[in-house]
């Protein structure tokens, strides 16, 4: 693997071998910590890598000595980049790997880096890329493709008070259904798709195995998680992430609403049940932070019991903005990232440096309208699973209410929906609050405090 960039210095390159230590910014690109060459070396007998920038040409070798040793040396560069940037050739310990394929690496380049491919993306990322990016395989470069639908309507994405777009693709509808990998919306910046389907999205097309689509969103790379499959949904980056989400979401709604391939049948019966459990789901999830500290990421809770995002103008800012502060520790979702990347690559956690992105303040785009309130916290949904037994299951920050199981038929003819989505969202969500052996004790904590923010809200009624 070759490229033409800005290349390392010396120094760079011995921290290039370093767990969890990059010279990177995030935010400034789609690379941190130094993860992807961390993976290479898993499968890997030798890593060699040579750059070159300036007067500055450097090369090593490293190996995989155990699970808790990968040595290194420096090695006289064997001459694979003429002017500048850097080159990293594999030797894999298996012969017959698919990695050595050229028309599987093809593929795969076209799958996750889809919008470098795509010419009507172009425009968008041309910020990023002023030269553009140019794949090359065996000597033979791989050619632009533009997805190929019946039906294709372009999305834009605008923030408020901006011109500009903030995010931008299209959604494609064809009559047949599309291939598996191509169903859904997918989400990329900077080029590369992080995410595909509709449950990120928190949207059930009524044929959502005929749409599919992209949406490029430069600006949140700075929300990406440390292996690049996700985001980050806690702390000021979340905030971004979930406003992102949120405008998305109003734009690919339109779109099919005006295809009529919005699910709305019985919608509006089914949100009247929902909506009392969500306002009091803030509550119950607030109260129950303390006790069970992973459901803290499913509902902002800040300093003096604001609960919400304050949209408004502050103090100096040119427009309305959200402000979002971190005071004390890191976000747990930041320690978390950390760990899960250190056991993916079976390093001893001795050999791990802490990364802890500094974020001390972020804006959020807002709405206009001064000390309007916006909530990012757990919201219900409803699809039909006929063959799935579970009444619940949580997405994201989206608990979707299974309306084809038998027991939520039997709730609606009884008139009793609100207990019986209060029950399937504690359901759902047990498995993220506490082990297996403590669900029970969860549930039962989970419907008292349910109960509880019923009560509060009478008494304020009183009141």
């Known amino acids: 693997m070759l490229d033409d960039g800005g290349g390392m210095r ?4 011995a921290r290039y071998h370093d767990v969890a230590a990059t010279t990177k910014v995030r935010g400034e690109g789609i690379g941190f910590a ?4 961390k993976i290479g070396l898993l499968v890997s007998e030798e890593v060699l890598t040579e750059t070159r920038r300036g007067r500055h040409h450097s090369a090593t070798i490293w190996r995989l000595g155990s699970r808790h040793r990968a040595p290194w040396k420096w090695i006289p560069p064997p001459g694979l980049v003429a002017d500048h940037g850097t080159a990293v050739r594999l030797r894999l310990k298996n012969a017959l ?13 076209r799958r996750h880096f889809q919008p470098l491919f795509d010419p009507e993306l172009a ?10 990016v140019r794949f090359v395989i065996n000597d033979r470069a791989l050619g632009a493709e533009a997805w190929q639908a019946p039906e294709r309507a372009p999305i834009a994405v605008r923030l408020p008070r901006k011109r500009r777009p903030a995010a931008s693709g299209y959604l494609v509808r ?7 990998e191509s169903r859904g919306l997918a989400i990329s910046t900077f080029g590369k798709v992080i995410k595909r389907g509709w449950e990120w999205l928190g949207l059930a097309p009524v044929t959502p195995d005929r749409i599919g689509g992209l949406i490029e969103a430069p600006a949140l790379a700075q929300a990406l998680t440390l292996n690049k499959a996700d985001f ?22 339109r779109q099919l609403a005006e295809w009529g391939d919005l699910r709305e049948a019985g ?17 119950v999830l607030v109260d129950l932070a303390d006790e069970f500290p992973l459901l803290a990421a499913l509902v902002e809770r800040r300093a003096g019991g604001q609960r919400t995002l304050p949209m408004g103008r502050g103090p100096g800012m040119p427009e309305p903005v959200a402000k979002v502060i971190s005071h004390g520790e890191p976000a747990p979702g930041v320690a978390a990232e950390v760990r899960q990347s250190r056991e993916s690559l079976g390093v001893a956690p001795n050999l791990a440096a802490s990364v802890a992105p500094p974020a001390s303040e972020a804006t959020v785009p807002s709405s206009g309208s001064p000390h309007r309130p916006a909530r990012y916290g757990l919201s219900i949904q409803f699809e039909p699973r006929s063959d799935d037994v579970e009444l619940a299951r949580l997405v994201e920050t989206t608990v979707w209410i299974n309306e084809a199981h038998p027991a939520y038929r039997r709730a609606a003819a009884s008139r009793s929906e609100g207990y019986h989505i209060a029950l399937a969202t504690a359901l759902a969500l047990a498995p993220l609050a506490v082990e297996p052996a403590k669900e029970h004790a969860f549930l039962t904590t989970f419907l008292a405090a349910w109960g509880s923010a019923l009560e509060r809200r009478v008494s304020r009624r009183r009141k």
């Open 123 to 132: 425009e968008i990322l041309a910020e990023r890329y002023p030269r553009g």
């Open 267 to 283: 919608a509006e019966a089914r949100r009247r049940a929902a909506r009392p459990v969500e306002r009091d789901l803030e509550a």
């Open 10 to 13: 010396r120094r760079d390159l």
């Open 174 to 180: 064809d009559p047949l259904p599309l291939r598996e």
């Open 34 to 37: 130094g993860v992807g060459i």
């Open 97 to 109: 790997s698919p990695l050595l394929d050229a028309g599987f690496i093809e593929a795969a380049l």
């Open 232 to 253: 980050i949904r806690t702390g000021p980056r979340g905030a971004v992430y979930l406003a992102y989400r949120k405008a998305i979401q109003e734009s690919v709604a």
